[in-house]
């Protein structure tokens, strides 16, 4: 099993110490020495003291592990979160999960117990794969029994010994160095007098001088002209966490790009279907945009569908539109930009979802395959592109994003900054909140998937419109930081400004111009921003319009008097 990474993970430290002596008194050596950092086994109590993103490093550890021992202690009947792991297995492994039964020497009949649980085990796999079992019965504290390999196992057990379990686990796949190489650049350097370097951690495979590789997403062509590990020289660049390949020859890297070779590349694409363990207090949404990281590279995702919910007590599909704390699914993906990704390799097929906002994990995935539907469809080049329209008009597009509570004052403000531009002589479009909601989203409601999707939408149609050469002014609730953070990302450097018409709910109420905040009181009205869903106020908008200090016209003269200086800097 050389380069495998082996997790053990069981309820009591005991029973994993002894799972690793076993197989130490096999092999000759200390197996839990070549256990890797991220696959470093928990106790319950370090599993109870720990803090949120506890549940992330620790199915980030049993997805990107090798091998998984789960070790059972036959003094538990419950068999605490076997259950779970086996469905957590089939989500997200492919293979290498073996149990190993602990303590069965305490118990009244260690074999009965034994072929029982074997029984329990395969009716709940039903007609997934059944994970291979070995019994082991032993005392740590006998200080000979290190010596004899099969004293580890009951007299009545005569089948593979642990470390034949999994050595024949690990023979169902492709022997780590003959696996095609992966490398996730994390360092350029072009400035080497023999050719430009790349340093990046090795995820599996070898490379030799003179062999041609390819630097992915992008594709370009380079051949090897040297490598070295961090300590010493090397003739390939098997087994190495981290290497440095000089190139031969020019060629454009940077961080976050992987090198291959040539005639054996990873995939490359913009949209995939995964399946996913959601974290978060908020669900998972089709439309939000989520960081996305996989492998050292890293991209703005939405999920453009929710296939189904996985049940993580009984592993059943469910019909879902969303993945709620604690869920799991699996979904279609899209990217803002291609990434090279290998199912094969789990350094390069898990990944993370972030938060947009504050950049912390929330998610965790495993890529199942790409969706074809991303290799047909192309970019049309087009002859009249943004800058020439822009010319046309005369003028420089922007997006004015004004966000509030219903009744701050957004679509008048908007509707007189817009007759002030013209007057100008400028070329505007006003995006409206209730407007819009009678064409283009008029099939859409006031739960949060549908807000979001509203946003999504009108901020796709604000990008046409921006690269239409527009100056278009936005005016909508859009209550949630991440589809503005959305917004943003989809405009230019210096094209988007968002505006914070604030007013406080009881001032919004107070006005309540349509009478909606009465019809919400009354419950009439569900899902009301304000009152009974959250408004998250901007933290760091360009502009903020006090209302409850500013009339209308002092808003709007303030709000020109910005998107004009803003004009005249670009």
């Known amino acids: 099993m050389p380069g495998d990474t082996i997790l053990i993970c069981g309820q009591t430290s005991s029973c994993r110490d002894l799972v690793a002596e076993a197989l130490a008194s096999e092999a000759g050596r200390d197996a839990r020495q070549s256990l890797r950092p991220h696959a470093q086994p928990r106790t319950n109590a370090q599993r109870e003291d720990d803090t949120h993103a506890s549940p992330v490093a620790q199915l980030e550890a049993f997805m990107l592990a090798d091998i998984v021992i789960l070790v059972i202690d036959a003094r538990d009947p419950a068999h605490d979160g076997l259950p779970g792991l086996l469905i957590r297995h089939h989500l997200f492994r492919r293979c290498g999960l073996v149990i190993a039964v602990t303590a069965l020497e305490q118990t009244e009949d260690g074999r009965a117990f034994f072929e029982t649980l074997r029984n329990e085990i395969a009716a709940f796999c039903m007609d997934r794969e059944m994970p291979p079992m070995v019994p082991l019965a032993g ?153 996305f990281n996989l492998g050292g590279q890293s991209a703005s995702a939405s999920v453009t569908k929710v296939k189904q919910a996985v049940d993580l007590d009984t592993a059943h599909a469910l019909a879902a539109d969303n993945l709620g704390p604690s869920a799991a699914g699996v979904a279609h993906i899209a990217l803002d930009t291609p990434l090279a990704f290998d199912v094969e390799t789990n350094g390069l097929s898990c990944f993370h979802l972030t938060d947009p906002v504050a950049g912390h994990v929330i998610g965790l995935g495993r890529i199942q395959h790409a969706l074809r539907r991303a290799d047909n469809i192309h970019w049309q080049a087009l002859t009249i592109d943004r800058r020439r ?35 100008a002589g400028r070329h505007t479009f006003l995006l409206d909140g209730d407007n819009v909601r009678h064409g283009l989203n008029r099939d859409l409601g006031f739960t949060e998937p549908e807000r979001v999707e509203n946003i999504r939408r ?59 905040y009465r019809k919400a009181r009354a419950g009439k009205l569900k899902n009301f921003t304000g009152i009974d869903s959250p408004y998250e106020e901007p933290e760091a908008a360009e502009v903020v319009l006090d209302t409850s200090v500013l009339s209308v016209q002092e808003a709007a003269n303030l709000l020109v008097r910005h998107i004009t200086d803003s004009l005249q800097r670009r």
Request: proline share 6%; net charge negative.
């Open 458 to 516: 009108v901020a796709e149609v604000a990008r046409l419109m921006s690269d239409a050469g527009l100056i278009v002014l936005c005016a909508f609730i859009s209550p949630f930081r991440s589809e503005r953070q959305m917004a943003r990302k989809l405009m230019g450097s210096g094209e988007f400004i968002e505006v914070h018409v604030k007013a406080s709910v009881e001032i919004a109420e107070a006005r309540d111009p349509k009478g909606l």
């Open 139 to 291: 005392n740590l504290s006998d200080p000979t029994q290190g010596h004899d390999k099969l004293a580890f196992y009951p007299s009545w057990f005569a089948g593979q010994t642990l470390r034949e379990v999994l050595e024949a686990e690990a023979a169902r796949s492709m022997p780590w160095e003959e696996r095609p190489f992966r490398l996730s650049v994390s360092a350029f350097d072009r400035s080497q007098p023999d050719g430009p370097s790349i340093e990046g951690v090795v995820y599996q495979g070898q490379i030799a001088v003179g062999e041609q590789v390819r630097i992915l997403p992008g594709g370009m062509l380079s051949s090897v002209g040297g490598l070295m590990t961090l300590a010493r020289k090397a003739e390939d660049g098997a087994g190495h966490a981290a290497l440095r390949v000089t190139l031969s020859g020019p060629a454009a890297c940077r961080p976050g790009l992987i090198l291959v070779p040539a005639d054996r590349p990873c995939e490359v694409t913009d949209q995939v279907e995964a399946t996913i363990a959601w974290f978060d207090d908020a669900p998972l949404l089709p439309g939000r945009t989520y960081g």
């Open 389 to 423: 329209r822009a010319a046309m008009k005369d003028q420089t597009p922007l997006v004015v994003w004004m966000t509030g509570l219903s009744g701050a004052g957004k679509s008048t403000i908007a509707n007189l900054v817009e007759q002030k531009l013209a007057v």
